[in-house]
């Protein structure tokens, strides 16, 4: 479909070391050829003027916020100066009345934005609407939706592609290192597979390529991998691969629908060389703004190449205890053991527990750099999404790419 390719990267890597060269992806020439669905044309959309939000210190507080709207509407000028987005900021009653009229006639615009499930579930029973999959590079908590009555459908899904990744981006400039030809198609066609997997909810053929000491998928996918699998695929586009001989990471981008979804999703892939193949060690979800500056944090690691360097020890964690009770307000620390000059940096994973026992979310990471002459380290906890269990876990890894990775503990979180 012609709107789709305009999202394709311009770049993507070729393998000539951990942070290699660029080469122009197939198709980027013809990038400006495919851009029709939002050069001209005319798309409505609606947005709430104000959020309103609770606080964690006072439950019956309420905090009303003004959204930002002006940064999207900025970037989509910039893009597509030529097209006619009729962008409505409505008050919060008025937005509430306009979505929900019971008037007969009522006209609906063809996107809407909606922050809370009083608004969306009646929506969504009565498939009025086309949600969007993935998540928008603008920090906007809610849910995108296109209505079911557009006559600007191609317009929509090309406005909820664009929400996830301007036409425009480009990946940012990575020197060179340790990362073969040989090893990029590897972690390359891993990772490809991988997030196919991921898209189809294909849980033994994604098992088969993990990292033995990746957190395990269950038998069925639980109701936290988003939304229901895929039913058209219509793209996997490789963004950027770096890495060295032992560690490697990789950004892509799929575009994906279902009968009730649609968009461009983003995945970060944290692969690892166990016994001369590589394996996902880490499989991550989140906008594409967010995983890019995580893989900065890694890229600026500076990893050199060094398969001879022994392994490296597992982290001793040091607080709380296992299953320990504590509210996720005030925020508690985190302690763990540092292991000194054999540690570069730490990775600190989290998920949190769903409907069972074994019923995990993906995972979520925070990077924390080493610093020479500690004997522990500690954090303000960087998680918390609701009072169910949660449970972490911290990596090791060396300056040249070596990771260890500690037993899990879990919090019970008491509000």
């Known amino acids: 479909m012609r709107y789709r390719r305009m999202f394709r990267s311009v770049l993507v890597l070729a393998g000539l070391g951990v942070f290699a060269t660029l080469l122009p992806a197939p198709g980027a020439s013809r990038q400006e050829d495919n851009v029709g669905a939002l050069e001209r044309g005319t798309l409505e959309v609606w947005v709430p003027q104000t959020v309103v939000m609770g606080r964690m210190d006072d439950p019956t507080a309420r905090v009303i916020t003004t959204y930002q709207w002006q940064t999207l509407l900025d970037d989509f000028s910039r893009d597509f100066p030529g097209f006619d987005l009729r962008f409505r900021i409505l008050a919060r009653d008025d937005f509430e009345k306009a979505l929900h009229s019971s008037e007969k006639n009522t006209v609906y615009p063809d996107v809407a934005f909606l922050d809370n499930q009083r608004e969306r579930g009646p929506l969504v029973e009565r498939d009025a609407v086309i949600q969007m999959w993935g998540r928008s590079r603008f920090a906007f908590n809610g849910w995108w939706t296109i209505f079911r009555g557009t006559r600007n459908l191609e317009a929509g899904r090309a406005f909820m592609l664009w929400l996830s990744q301007s036409p425009s981006w480009k990946p940012w400039n990575l020197g060179t290192a340790a990362l073969t030809s040989e090893d990029t198609a590897a972690v390359e066609s891993i990772a490809t597979e991988a997030v196919r997997n991921y898209e189809y909810a294909a849980t033994a053929p994604l098992v088969s390529l993990m990292d033995p000491e990746a957190s395990r998928f269950p038998g069925a996918f639980p109701p936290t991998w988003d939304l229901r699998p895929a039913k058209k695929l219509e793209s996997v586009d490789r963004l950027l691969t770096f890495g060295n001989s032992r560690l490697a990471f990789a950004l892509l981008s799929s575009v994906c629908e279902t009968e009730k979804?649609?968009?461009?999703?983003?995945?970060?892939?944290?692969?690892?060389?166990?016994?001369?193949?590589?394996?996902?060690?880490?499989?991550?979800?989140?906008?594409?703004?967010?995983?890019?500056?995580?893989?900065?944090?890694?890229?600026?690691?500076?990893?050199?190449?060094?398969?001879?360097?022994?392994?490296?020890?597992?982290?001793?964690?040091?607080?709380?205890?296992?299953?320990?009770?504590?509210?996720?307000y005030p925020p508690f620390r985190l302690e763990w053991e540092a292991l000194g000059s054999r540690a570069r940096a730490y990775v600190v994973e989290s998920?949190?527990?769903?409907?069972?026992?074994?019923?995990?979310?993906?995972?979520?990471?925070?990077?924390v750099r080493a610093i020479p002459g500690q004997t522990s380290i500690t954090m303000t906890r960087p998680f918390g999404v609701g009072r169910q269990p949660h449970r972490w876990r911290i990596w090791a890894i060396s300056g040249t790419g070596a990771v260890s990775i500690s037993d899990w503990r879990t919090i019970d979180f008491t509000n």
Do not use: C, Y
Not at 284 to 290: A, K
Not at 351 to 367: K, M, V
């Open 351 to 367: 998920q949190f527990g769903d409907e069972g026992p074994e019923d995990w979310s993906l995972s979520s990471i925070r990077l």
């Open 261 to 328: 979804t649609f968009g461009m999703p983003h995945t970060a892939l944290v692969l690892r060389k166990v016994d001369d193949r590589w394996k996902v060690l880490l499989l991550l979800r989140d906008s594409l703004s967010n995983l890019e500056g995580l893989l900065i944090s890694f890229h600026n690691l500076g990893l050199e190449d060094g398969q001879t360097e022994p392994a490296i020890p597992k982290v001793t964690l040091l607080n709380p205890v296992d299953h320990a009770q504590i509210p996720r």
